[in-house]
């Protein structure tokens, strides 16, 4: 086992934060685990003390520049003003839609979440970080932050900034002894499938020129879990990236997903967009909806 750290997990009221946060626990370091759902945070607590870790829950809104105040206090509190060694910036949700359809408010928050949170984070527990001249900053990006789906271009953008954002610091951090590490996973089961679906849901009107593509959108979701892996493969990824003596720059997980990067990037353009479309089915005949036909904003 390492030696133990401090850890603070963000977005770890479910999905992947919430397997990476009682791995971490039950492998020794003290784990701060963060999110807005105050029951699932007990939850997590109670689960990780009966597998013998230590959580400290984190009533946290990463959107919230007061509330990520009142959390680094707490962390400085617990630690006798150590700080944290490793920062997991997992937070984060995926808007589903036609990009003409998103309001700039909707754009906004999911800027709001997976970017500014991510970056107001950073900079709220670095300092203690370069003051021991050592450090760990996993943001977790996506596949998507490399290739872009239809329908998810306001989530994809955001995963684009990540992506742009973890190389800077990664070499504006490296001579503080600060490592930068992302991971980009691909598919993977979790219930953040659940929550783009429900975003879904308000695109679904008959008037809309994607009604018909939207109304087969669980039927494509469900094409793509079957090739989906568990958060495992992204927890062991963030372990490695936490624990080991040279930590990579970048986790693409599971493996397969390198195959799919692969081929966006030596196939070309035209032919991965024809198949994307035929996956999703963007096709003339399924957009029904008159050209002209006014669209659900807002």
């Given at each position: 086992m390492s030696q133990q750290q401090v850890i603070l997990v963000t977005g770890a009221t479910s999905g992947i934060g919430r397997h990476?946060?009682?791995?971490?626990?039950?492998?020794?370091?003290l784990v701060f685990a963060a999110g807005r759902r105050e029951p699932a945070l007990?939850?997590?607590v109670e689960e990780a003390a009966r597998a013998g870790g230590r959580i400290e829950p984190l009533v946290l809104d990463v959107t919230r520049e007061d509330s990520i105040v009142e959390a680094r206090a707490h962390v400085l509190g617990t630690t006798d003003g150590r700080g944290i060694d490793v920062l997991v910036n997992n937070a984060g949700y995926g808007h589903v839609g036609p990009l003409e359809s998103i309001t700039d408010d909707e754009l906004r928050g999911q800027f709001d979440t997976n970017v500014f949170g991510l970056m107001a984070m950073t900079r709220a527990f670095l300092p203690e970080m370069r003051a021991r001249g050592r450090g760990r900053i996993i943001n977790v990006g996506s596949m998507g932050g490399r290739v872009t789906f239809p329908l998810m271009g306001a989530y994809h953008a955001t995963k684009y900034a990540v992506e742009a954002l973890s190389d800077a610091l990664r070499n504006?951090?490296?001579?503080?002894?600060?490592?930068?590490s992302l991971i980009e996973p691909g598919a993977i089961h979790t219930e953040f499938?659940?929550?783009?679906?429900?975003?879904?849901?308000?695109?679904?009107?008959?008037?809309?020129?994607?009604?018909?593509?939207?109304?087969?959108?669980e039927e494509v979701r469900q094409q793509f879990d079957r090739t989906a892996a568990g958060p495992e493969v992204v927890t062991n990824a963030i372990v490695h990236a936490s624990e080991r003596r040279r930590p990579r720059a970048r986790y693409v997980v599971p493996f397969s997903t390198?195959?799919?990067?692969?081929?966006?990037?030596?196939?070309?353009?035209?032919?991965?967009?024809g198949l994307l479309r035929m996956v999703i089915g963007l096709r003339w005949g399924s957009l029904s909806a008159p050209r002209s036909a006014p669209l659900l904003n807002g």
């Amino acid at each position: 086992m390492s030696q133990q750290q401090v850890i603070l997990v963000t977005g770890a009221t479910s999905g992947i934060g919430r397997h990476a946060a009682l791995e971490l626990a039950t492998r020794g370091h003290l784990v701060f685990a963060a999110g807005r759902r105050e029951p699932a945070l007990r939850s997590l607590v109670e689960e990780a003390a009966r597998a013998g870790g230590r959580i400290e829950p984190l009533v946290l809104d990463v959107t919230r520049e007061d509330s990520i105040v009142e959390a680094r206090a707490h962390v400085l509190g617990t630690t006798d003003g150590r700080g944290i060694d490793v920062l997991v910036n997992n937070a984060g949700y995926g808007h589903v839609g036609p990009l003409e359809s998103i309001t700039d408010d909707e754009l906004r928050g999911q800027f709001d979440t997976n970017v500014f949170g991510l970056m107001a984070m950073t900079r709220a527990f670095l300092p203690e970080m370069r003051a021991r001249g050592r450090g760990r900053i996993i943001n977790v990006g996506s596949m998507g932050g490399r290739v872009t789906f239809p329908l998810m271009g306001a989530y994809h953008a955001t995963k684009y900034a990540v992506e742009a954002l973890s190389d800077a610091l990664r070499n504006e951090l490296a001579p503080f002894g600060i490592h930068v590490s992302l991971i980009e996973p691909g598919a993977i089961h979790t219930e953040f499938g659940d929550r783009a679906m429900d975003v879904l849901e308000r695109y679904r009107a008959s008037r809309s020129p994607y009604a018909g593509v939207l109304a087969r959108a669980e039927e494509v979701r469900q094409q793509f879990d079957r090739t989906a892996a568990g958060p495992e493969v992204v927890t062991n990824a963030i372990v490695h990236a936490s624990e080991r003596r040279r930590p990579r720059a970048r986790y693409v997980v599971p493996f397969s997903t390198h195959f799919a990067l692969l081929a966006f990037r030596l196939l070309p353009t035209r032919w991965m967009d024809g198949l994307l479309r035929m996956v999703i089915g963007l096709r003339w005949g399924s957009l029904s909806a008159p050209r002209s036909a006014p669209l659900l904003n807002g």
